[in-house]
């Protein structure tokens, strides 16, 4: 599985007096399992990629490609591409509606042709690997849950699909630092069962370092850069011209670097920044 995008650009309101050019000219190749994350400025372009990837948007020019099928030639079945390629939204606990939990994950694989003992494995499995015990919450009302058990049920409704690819757009946003943590594990969970690739857009940048292999910065409707989390956490004054911070331990690791001759990390943690600090002493003992 993989996804590739081709010179794509998008206008919203286009020969309005609010044309607006969302994305212009952007290329993008992300592989099989890989953990992407994408960044960037309110208005850089970063939900706007993400709606071309399953073809709720439609480019002005360019190409998008999932699994080598071309999904914006107008012949693809957009809904066979929608199950392989799962989008949640911001608070996606706002769309839950149904009254018990195993009701509301069976709504996708249900629409999908999937029944009986197929259909209850599916669900079971959903709700489990988003890290909720099935027995004790299957007949509950999603409306009675805490706002991360939501969310998570909520996104067990979209791994209910078993997509190939599985996009979340601020998937912390708003949640508090139990919860916060709680979703961040998921993610990881999933990745690790399903082998799938996961793209997720966020504003911590803490968060973006310590999950992803790979960091896609979007600016004014381009990609301005992408490489591994340390290469473009090292572009801290180019990320500044954009609006965007650097994690909290890369920017002490930068103060440190300025202040103490000699010294220099990559450290993206709190435990290689340590580590880094005792070699650095060791050296100059």
Do not use: W
């Not at 607006?20 to 706007?48: F, P, R, W």
């Not at 069976?106 to 209850?120: Q, S, V």
């Not at 290469?231 to 440190?256: C, T, W, Y």
């Amino acid at each position: 599985m993989s996804i590739e995008i081709n010179n794509l650009r998008y206008v919203y309101n286009p020969g309005m007096p609010g044309e607006t050019v969302a994305l212009n000219d952007v290329s993008l190749t992300i592989g099989d399992g890989e953990m992407v994350g994408i960044i960037g400025h309110t208005g850089s372009g970063k939900s706007t990629l993400l709606q071309h990837m399953n073809g709720l948007l439609k480019p002005a020019s360019g190409d998008v490609f999932v699994d080598g099928q071309c999904i914006t030639d107008g012949k693809a079945n957009l809904v066979d591409i929608r199950r392989k390629v799962g989008l949640v939204f911001q608070y996606p606990e706002y769309q839950l509606f149904e009254e018990t939990v195993a009701k509301d994950v069976a709504f996708g694989p249900r629409n999908l042709g999937i029944e009986g003992e197929e259909l209850d494995k599916t669900i079971q499995e959903a709700i489990e690997i988003v890290g909720l015990n099935y027995n004790e919450i299957q007949n509950s009302s999603p409306f009675e849950l805490s706002g991360g058990m939501k969310r998570r049920v909520a996104i067990a409704g979209v791994i209910a699909m078993r997509p190939s690819v599985l996009i979340l757009d601020e998937p912390t946003a708003g949640l508090d630092p139990t919860a916060h943590r709680e979703i961040l594990s998921m993610i990881r969970r999933i990745n690790d069962n399903r082998e799938i690739i996961i793209i997720f857009v966020s504003h911590n940048m803490d968060d973006i370092a310590n999950m992803c292999s790979r960091v896609v910065v979007m600016d004014k409707g381009k990609v301005s850069l992408e490489g591994t989390p340390q290469e473009v956490f090292a572009q801290g004054r180019l990320l500044e011209s954009m609006g965007l911070d650097v994690p909290p331990v890369v920017h002490i690791m930068n103060k440190i670097s300025d202040e103490v001759s000699g010294f220099y990390s990559s450290a993206l943690t709190i435990d290689e920044a340590a580590k880094d600090i005792r070699e650095y002493i060791k050296r100059k003992k």
